[in-house]
T-cell receptor, first 115, second 113 residues
Framework: DTGVSQDPRHKITKRGQNVTFRCDPISEHNRLYWYRQTLGQGPEFLTY????????KSRLLSDRFSAERPKGSFSTLEIQRTEQGDSAMYLC?????????????FGPGTRLTVL | GNSVTQMEGPVTLSEEAFLTINCTYT??????LFWYVQYPGEGLQLLLKATKADDKGSNKGFEATYRKETTSFHLEKGSVQVSDSAVYFCALTPPSNTGKLIFGQGTTLQVKP
């Protein structure tokens, strides 16, 4: 079963360090989304790609955050100069087609802890 | 702006009880509406959806009807099982064709035998 995969599953870092997460979507899916989820809350949209183009970024995505999807396949999310407030679960999701109602398939997430 | 509000949890029910989890939304235009579920130790997965007013989404015995007049999408199940214990998220996608999901805060359901 080749669902959405994310790596690493857990990351512990010290404040001020840079971290990078990877997401591998389902192979034929052209849309890829990043969300952030803190404890007891629903996921919050961060950004999305259609193929390799980053088409929307949330105001939550400060200039310390950058995301790429260089060949329209896997995506990376980098956080520079991490802060304790960045501690959260980072979720990746993918979908096929262009309809807003298409199902998004979620990965297991990367849990980030900033000490 | 666009937002989703769910009833506070946790909700604790006995097996075979009737379930309702309330969800209301604020959106411009006609969003698509979803219920996602997160079982313990698993990722989020789609439970059901509805894309226009008066549509009813259904799956695994769960149902929800898109009510434009009350801006609601309440989740119901006639007889819950222990295996339904999970966190349930109501969500919408605004009619902007990006497909980005806007989630409620989630409602934890615990079903006891």
């Amino acid at each position: 079963d080749t669902g959405v995969s994310q790596d690493p599953r857990h990351k512990i870092t010290k404040r001020g360090q840079n971290v990078t997460f990877r997401c591998d979507p389902i192979s034929e899916h052209n849309r890829l989304y990043w969300y952030r989820q803190t404890l007891g809350q629903g996921p919050e949209f961060l950004t999305y790609f259609q193929n390799e183009a980053q088409l929307e970024k949330s105001r939550l995505l400060s200039d310390r955050f950058s995301a790429e999807r260089p060949k329209g396949s896997f995506s990376t999310l980098e956080i520079q100069r991490t802060e304790q407030g960045d501690s959260a679960m980072y979720l990746c999701a993918s979908s096929v087609g262009l309809a807003e109602s298409n199902e998004q398939f979620f990965g297991p997430g990367t849990r980030l802890t900033v000490l | 702006g666009n937002s989703v509000t769910q009833m506070e949890g946790p909700v604790t029910l006995s097996e075979e009880a009737f379930l309702t989890i309330n969800c209301t939304y604020t959106a411009t235009g006609y969003p698509s509406l979803f219920w996602y579920v997160q079982y313990p130790g698993e990722g989020l997965q789609l439970l059901l959806k509805a894309t226009k007013a008066d549509d009813k989404g259904s799956n695994k015995g769960f149902e929800a009807t898109y009510r434009k007049e009350t801006t609601s999408f309440h989740l119901e199940k006639g007889s819950v099982q222990v295996s339904d214990s999970a966190v349930y998220f109501c969500a919408l996608t605004p009619p902007s064709n990006t497909g980005k999901l806007i989630f409620g805060q989630g409602t934890t359901l615990q079903v006891k035998p």
